[in-house]
């Protein structure tokens, strides 16, 4: 037996007692939930061999209980060969051995529930690993093969079938096909990949794929888990015949309208299916999309009562700091919620975008993926406030793991270590993932910042241990400390959380002044202070404030909340 190597402990403080929420019914819990995401690889490590694990996670789920989140969301853990970190799967029902066990799986969930938090898993119904059996099977037995299709696998075009069979490009860069070697060694058929080669599309027109993923669903339903974070969700159906979509540079397309490939009607039929599966569950298990469309109208359509539960919120995600932008897309995204009957989700952060606390630290227009550091100073202050203006809206909020340590993005690896696939592939994705997902400083000091006894597998930058758990707990001012009082505040709040509507009080340019009920959040997106009259007591300030009587002076990039009766 390996020795075991525990990560380094972090000082807890002992928790304040948890305010009830107001009294609702059990199925409502996920309507105001505050979701955090973990990437295990990158969480903690508990057997020193550089990569986060199932039973690093374990341990630190009181750290999350402390931090006040409702439920925790674990990127892959399946087996995989790991060519895009575990979204290529090629088993669903296991567990990967850089990860732990099922044994592992299991007890994680098991303390989750304990300590009152609810356990969502990802789904990568879309595409498997090559290394799957069923695609395994499908190159060896060769054309003609009945695995084949349970894939996409076409005979390519021009006189030799030398050329792909149509003109899709994978969103990783370069054409959507590949071509296989037949088991006699011969050029032969195509097959489709919508990501990288080593993740081959499934047809869903097949029955036997959607007879496999409701027998997955089961399978961790029964293990207890609480819901289940769809990836790519708007994809799996592709259009009648695979058309050409006669277009270059097809990735600037993305978004802009409904694809052959994404965001497809068929899409809907599926969900559908799989929300009687949920029915046959107690606890109100649900489903998360994350669904890339080209409006959060679209967006609406994958969570109607008979469908997904909830979906992300990329057109906020996507948002500047910028305050006519941002009630814009609140508006919208509470417009195109209400007749469905779905909660908004709000989200600024994840595993795929550079941490807010870079994008706010450079200018509008740089995407998503950044590989400059800006401002650091300007980025924490507008990452701080906000997640005040996210928390105070109403639905359910996500948090992608070391953003309440005010994180930035590592935009300086060397290129030696980076492993996104879509960094080594042209004209694709920006490939620059790899800068949000270096693993969570916990400690000052010590191997890793005490992520595990045994480095890293991205390296951490100097001066991260600054940034750690260890380093923020009970510091007042501490972006930990305030994202804790934020989320203990939202939880005590009457008016905070569930909801479909905000009131906008009238603001000078560049503030968003909301209220809901008694509660108000005033927020200035400007690089200058505003003078603002005093709406009631002050709950808490993303920025050091001063109230002067009945007048209050808003610090730039800053929000604020306050109890106004």
Not at 287 to 294: Q, Y
Request: proline fraction near 9%.
């Amino acid at each position: 037996m390996s020795q075991q190597h525990t990560a380094a402990p972090v000082p807890t403080r002992a928790p304040a007692p948890t305010p009830a929420r107001p009294a609702a019914a059990p199925r409502d819990w996920w309507r105001d939930a505050v979701i955090y995401q973990i990437y295990p690889r990158s969480f903690a490590d508990s057997d020193g061999d550089g990569m986060g694990d199932l039973e690093g996670a374990r341990t630190r789920l009181p750290y999350l209980r402390d931090l006040g989140v409702d439920a925790v969301w674990l990127s892959p853990f399946y087996a995989s060969p790991q060519a895009d970190a575990g979204y290529d799967v090629a088993d669903y029902r296991a567990v990967d051995p850089v990860f732990g066990t099922l044994a592992d799986a299991d007890a994680l969930i098991r303390d989750a529930h304990g300590l009152g938090l609810r356990v969502i898993v990802d789904l990568v119904p879309n595409h498997s690993s090559d290394r799957h059996e069923w695609f395994r099977r499908a190159l060896a037995e060769g054309p003609g093969s009945p695995c084949r299709d349970r894939y996409h696998f076409r005979p390519g075009k021009g006189p030799r079938g030398e050329l792909p069979p149509n003109d899709w490009e994978s969103v990783f860069g370069g054409p959507a096909w590949t071509r296989v070697t037949e088991p006699d060694g011969t050029p032969g058929e195509w097959y489709l990949h919508l990501f990288a080669p080593e993740q081959p599309d499934f047809n869903w027109e097949h029955p036997a794929v959607g007879d496999e993923f409701r027998s997955v669903l089961r399978f961790w339903l029964d293990r207890g888990v609480d819901g289940f974070r769809v990836d790519v969700a708007h994809g799996m159906v592709k259009a009648e015949g695979l058309p050409d979509l006669e277009s270059g540079e097809q990735l600037k397309l993305l978004g802009s309208g409904v694809m052959p490939f994404f965001d497809q009607d068929g899409v809907h039929a599926i969900y559908r299916q799989w929300r009687l599966i949920l029915g046959e569950y107690p606890g109100e298990r649900i489903f998360v999309a994350e669904a890339w469309t080209p409006t959060v109208e679209r967006t609406a359509r994958y969570v109607r009562p008979d469908e997904l539960h909830q979906a992300f919120n990329f057109q906020y995600l996507t948002t500047h700091w910028d305050a006519a932008e941002l009630r814009s897309v609140i508006d919208r995204t509470l417009d195109a919620m209400r007749p469905v009957g779905a909660p908004a989700t709000w989200v600024l952060s994840n595993h795929d975008v550079t941490r807010h606390a870079t994008r706010f630290a450079n200018p509008p227009g740089l995407g998503t993926q950044i590989r400059l550091a800006g401002d650091r100073g300007t980025g924490l202050r507008r990452a701080r406030a906000a997640t005040l203006l996210m928390l105070a809206l109403p639905g359910s909020a996500y948090v992608y793991q070391g953003e309440e340590l005010g994180l930035p993005d590592v935009v300086d690896l060397p290129d030696a270590v980076r492993q996104d696939p879509a960094y080594f592939r042209g004209d694709g994705q920006d490939g620059f993932r790899d800068g949000c997902r270096v693993p969570l400083p916990w400690t000052r000091g010590g191997t890793s910042y005490g992520f595990g006894g045994g480095g890293s597998w991205l390296p951490q930058p100097e001066g991260w241990g600054a940034l750690s758990v260890e380093a923020q707990t009970g510091v007042p001012g501490s972006t930990l400390e305030l994202y804790r009082a934020a989320l203990a505040a939202r939880r005590a709040h009457p008016d905070l959380g569930a909801g479909n509507a905000v009131q906008w009080l009238p603001a000078p340019e560049g503030v968003l002044a909301l209220r809901r009920g008694r509660f108000v959040c005033t927020a200035n997106t400007t690089r200058e202070p505003v003078v603002l009259p005093t709406p009631g007591r002050l709950l808490l300030s993303s920025a050091d404030t001063a109230t002067e009587g009945p007048e209050t002076v808003l610090p730039p990039d800053a929000t604020l909340w306050w109890d106004a009766p």
